[in-house]
């Protein structure tokens, strides 16, 4: 399940946050419709707290496979971190 859960957040449609029309081509940067940005359906942020609820559960029952598995998405999918200027 959790491997399914990661596939279908990289596999996700964008849709337009104005309009929410679904991107139709991998080639446009704004909505044919109404010119406004594309987001993803499901946030980063939602993905980061299943995978910590799966990493919890696994470390719980003491499950090393998805233990290891859940740490590995975790650390795939961490916020970037912050550019400092000089």
């Given at each position: ?9 990289q ?7 104005k ?18 940005k ?23 029952n ?14 795939h ?10």
């Open positions: 399940q959790l491997q399914s859960l990661v596939l279908a957040y596999m996700q449609d964008l849709v337009c946050s309009c929410r029309l679904m991107k139709q081509d991998n080639f446009s940067l704004q909505c044919t419709g109404c010119a406004g594309y987001k993803t359906v499901m946030s980063a942020d939602s993905l980061r707290v299943q995978i910590d609820v799966y990493a919890d559960v696994a470390a719980m003491r499950l090393p496979m998805l233990v290891d598995l859940a740490k590995w998405a975790q650390e999918t961490r916020a970037p971190a912050a550019k400092v200027k000089h």
